[in-house]
């Protein structure tokens, strides 16, 4: 029976739906194939017809678990007061997929790599529209050092099995990060 061509795009889709859920909540090395195909409803033998290798997989479920993410992005204090909540800290399966897999794509082929720097370059762009600051280099400063913070604490919070301690680092990098803000230099009136 011949699938058509929406139905190939769909199954795709819902491939790198599970994959990315599966990468982010057990890691790349800890997830096979055939987990990735079960949980997407399909069969083993067809992963083939879908992609080159696993590793084509880990890119591509990558890709698309960042940039659905990315467009998530709202005003970087309202991204900041949801990014550092428990909520998306307990969220590993559906949570942020650089918390998740950085350390982990840093030792997968190119594929991977390239698909979280090109996020890592649109992220900072996106966040630079929001991040305050007197100019284009203080907002994009800003951008840079208020993502490597939430990142950070979110790793940190993560890896904690101190429940006290992983929401102090939350709360923490969320108040320090908005006071960060407010020493940011503004525009001055001729700039605006």
Known sequence: MRVSREQVLENKRTILKAAGRL???RGFESVTVTDVMKAAGLTHG???GYFK??????AQAVGEALSRSEAA???LPAYREQYLSPEHRDNFAGGCAIAALASEAIRQDHGARAAMTSSLKRRI???SQ??????????????IGSWAAMVGA???ARMSDDSELSDKIL???RVWLAAQDRKSPRPSRNDQ
């Open 46 to 48: 067809g992963f083939y």
């Open 130 to 143: 929001t991040a305050p600051g007197a100019d284009k280099a203080h907002k994009r400063r800003a951008a």
């Open 125 to 127: 762009e996106l966040l």
């Open 23 to 25: 990468f982010r909540e």
């Open 171 to 173: 709360n923490e990098t």
């Open 154 to 156: 979110l790793i940190l």
């Open 53 to 58: 290798s696993k590793d084509d997989l880990i």
């Open 73 to 75: 992005i709202g005003s």
